[in-house]
């Protein structure tokens, strides 16, 4: 009799928990990081020019190292490259805090240090997604990330709102040091992790060596169709959200009619569905096809952006308006989770292992450039469109991209589930080296 998978077994793969724990207690210290470090900036240099710079060179590393980084991440063990990024980040985090404690923190400093994290995020991201597939089976994949999400999203929020109670009462520096505390007990469970396959590769510290296993990731990213198209679609899915999250003050303003209040409302409704979705998706993917999360995901997105303009008649009523923006926003939540639930779980199962910390790098740093660049079209238009233009028209778009790909004949191909012939051809340019 096949013994039955579900959350129940997740919390007993005792080296996955690990993962997890250690996985929400860095969340959490990054949330209140994530408040107290830009109070820090205000406080520091009074100056936006700063923190948008600080804000581009967090990015960088994301966008142009991290494919480099997952290159090399994949002929190494993954463990000790996690516990040392996570040591990296501690010390640079600490470094902040007391800079800015006693008086020696200046915008360089902050800008340098800054750029290290983003680095290490660099190597840690990928070495953290090719460790999944070692401690999960593969039926245990869709459980153990919804369970990772869910209650990171929770961990998160927690941060988040107490973050300011935090800062009051142990200061910007005493918020910073619970986020160094955080790196440091997540480097500790880390490092009691057994991973029974985590091997180095023997490359012998050849930088050929390392360029043809870099060529080979983007090799088989441009020949494999389930891979191109994951890292196509989750570009575009974080692209195609940048309007909503860049103009949702000019949203609850000039088109709701409201204040501040509504974007709480959106908030809070899209992470209450994002939460529901999350847990319920891998009782869900047993009962539904793989193109049905890709099509009703992407298309929810242009019916909410359709929705919240196309329901301006409702807003002359303050719990009608609130009612319907909480309504449309939980549901967009709930089917954009699935959504990013099914890519998730859908990229375990389907790339090859071998590949998996180079595809997973490509993969992060394409969705991270999407957002600067759309944030730049999106600032253009903002200067000669109204709000709601700009919102019917990215709707449209998104609409129209998922009637084409109901429309197109490849797309059961590419999400058969079955691995295409790129997995072939990476190994035949390594048989050659």
């Keep these: 009799m096949k013994k039955s998978t579900g959350y129940k077994a997740i919390l007993k793969n005792y080296q996955y928990m690990k993962l997890l724990v250690a996985g929400i207690i860095n969340r959490f210290g990054d949330s209140i990081d994530a408040i107290a470090s830009a109070w820090l900036v205000y406080e520091l240099t009074s100056n936006a020019m700063w923190s948008a710079i600080i804000y581009g060179v967090n990015k960088i590393p994301s966008v142009f190292i991290q ?42 400093i902050l800008v340098i240090t800054t750029f290290v994290i983003s680095t290490a995020e660099a190597f840690r991201l990928p070495a953290g997604s090719a460790v999944i597939p070692k401690l999960l089976k593969k039926e245990e994949i869709a459980y153990g990330t919804s369970l990772s999400t869910a209650i990171s999203t929770v961990v998160e929020l927690i941060g988040m709102g ?3 109670g935090i ?3 142990i200061g910007t520096a005493g918020a910073i040091y619970i986020d160094m505390a955080t790196f440091l007990l997540s480097a500790l469970i880390i490092a009691t992790i057994k991973i029974s396959s985590d091997e180095a590769k023997d ?12 060529k080979q990731g983007f090799s ?31 949203l609850a303003n000039e088109v709701i009619g409201t204040g501040a209040e509504t974007i709480s409302v959106i908030s809070i409704a899209i992470t209450l569905g994002t939460l529901l979705g999350t847990v319920i998706y891998p ?42 923006v909480a309504f449309i926003s939980f549901t967009m939540g709930v089917f954009v989770s699935l959504l990013s639930a099914f890519l998730q ?45 700009i919102f019917m028209v990215v709707g449209a778009i998104d609409v129209l991209v998922c009637l084409y790909l109901i429309l197109s004949h490849t797309l059961s191909d590419i999400l058969s589930g079955k691995r295409d012939e790129a997995s072939e051809v990476p190994s035949k340019l390594a048989e050659c080296e």
């Design 67 to 108: 494919p480099l980084a997952g290159a090399w991440v994949e002929g190494k063990k993954k463990k000790p490259i996690m516990v040392v990024t996570d040591l990296i980040r501690a010390i640079c985090v600490a470094v902040i805090a007391t800079g800015f404690l006693f008086g020696f923190l200046n915008a360089w």
């Design 162 to 164: 107490a973050a300011a």
């Design 167 to 169: 800062i009051a009462l």
């Design 203 to 214: 490359i012998n510290g050849n930088f050929k060596a390392y360029l043809d296993t870099l």
């Design 220 to 250: 088989y990213i441009a020949h494999s169709k389930v891979a191109m198209f994951l890292v196509l679609f989750a570009a575009f899915l974080n692209g195609i959200l940048v309007p909503l999250n860049s103009l949702m003050a000019p």
């Design 283 to 324: 009782a869900l993917s047993k009962f539904i096809g793989k193109e049905v999360f890709v099509i009703s995901g992407g298309i929810c997105i242009g019916i909410y952006y359709l929705a919240v303009i196309l329901g301006r008649p409702l807003y002359n009523n303050i719990v009608i308006t609130y009612s319907y």
């Design 345 to 389: 779980v859908v990229f375990i199962e389907l790339i090859d292992e071998q590949y998996f910390a180079r595809a997973a790098s490509i993969m992060n740093a394409m969705g991270n450039a999407a957002m600067p660049v759309m944030s730049v079209i999106v600032s253009l238009l903002a200067a000669w469109l109204p709000t709601s233009v």
